[in-house]
T-cell receptor, first 110, second 116 residues
Framework: SQQGEEDPQALSIQEGENATMNCSYK?????LQWYRQNSGRGLVHLIL?????REKHSGRLRVTLDTSKKSSSLLITASRAADTASYFC??????????FGGGTRVLVKP | DAGITQSPRHKVTETGTPVTLRCHQT?????MYWYRQDPGHGLRLIHY???????DKGEVSDGYSVSRSKTEDFLLTLESATSSQTSVYFC???????????????FGNGTRLTVT
């Protein structure tokens, strides 16, 4: 079973709206990463937030991390059709392993 | 895009046959990984390599073996394919060991394997 959960599983929005997805985990972590996967392609790294950071920005992406709640959120602002993809969180717990969440499928309608 | 090539991109094989998937990188990264992606399970680590001839098991290694004879190539072999191994297989690389330097993974575009 996965140690990470993402919600919602799917999200449909209009172009220009914001998209927010959440990731929860159960163990202590060193860092948490977000990846994007376009249909038929591999995952692409978006952003990494360390356990001692609370918020990080990269372009239209904003990631927050609340280690007390063991959760993270990814916000995509002013979404575009090209943001249509699946988004995965991944976290590094103890040992040499990166655990991935189940993903959120985002559809941005033009 | 990171220089990672997976071959073949698609394969259909019969139960009981051996199958080898290849991952080739041009980044000279030390660490290489094989994941499988299945609905409801996300990505799960099969095996990884931390150098030439140095490999270790991941969380779903049963039925799989790997070899790394050169820095740039990491092979995944299904000794006797089963229907439960129908999946999309992804190779990934990283410059540093996961966690120590918190380096991200770079993924190939996957191999879709169907075992009939």
């Amino acid at each position: 079973s996965q140690q990470g959960e993402e919600d919602p599983q799917a999200l449909s929005i209009q172009e220009g709206e914001n998209a927010t997805m959440n990731c929860s985990y159960k163990t202590s972590i060193n860092n948490l990463q977000w990846y994007r996967q376009n249909s038929g392609r591999g995952l692409v790294h978006l952003i990494l937030i360390r356990s001692n950071e609370r918020e990080k920005h990269s372009g239209r992406l904003r990631v927050t991390l609340d280690t007390s709640k063991k959760s993270s959120s990814l916000l995509i602002t002013a979404s575009r059709a090209a943001d249509t993809a699946s988004y995965f969180c991944a976290f590094k717990a103890a040992g040499n392993k990166l655990t991935f969440g189940g993903g959120t499928r985002v559809l941005v309608k033009p | 895009d990171a220089g990672i090539t997976q071959s073949p991109r698609h394969k259909v094989t019969e139960t009981g046959t051996p199958v080898t998937l290849r991952c080739h990188q041009t980044e000279n990264h030390r660490y290489m990984y094989w994941y499988r992606q299945d609905p409801g399970h996300g990505l799960r680590l099969i095996h990884y390599s931390y150098g030439v001839k140095d490999t270790d098991k991941g969380e779903v290694s049963d039925g799989y073996s790997v070899s790394r004879s050169k820095t740039e190539d990491f092979l995944l072999t299904l000794e006797s394919a089963t229907s439960s191994q129908t999946s999309v297989y992804f190779c990934a690389i990283s410059e540093s060991r996961l966690g120590q330097d918190q380096s991200p993974l770079h993924f190939g575009n996957g191999t879709r394997l169907t075992v009939t």
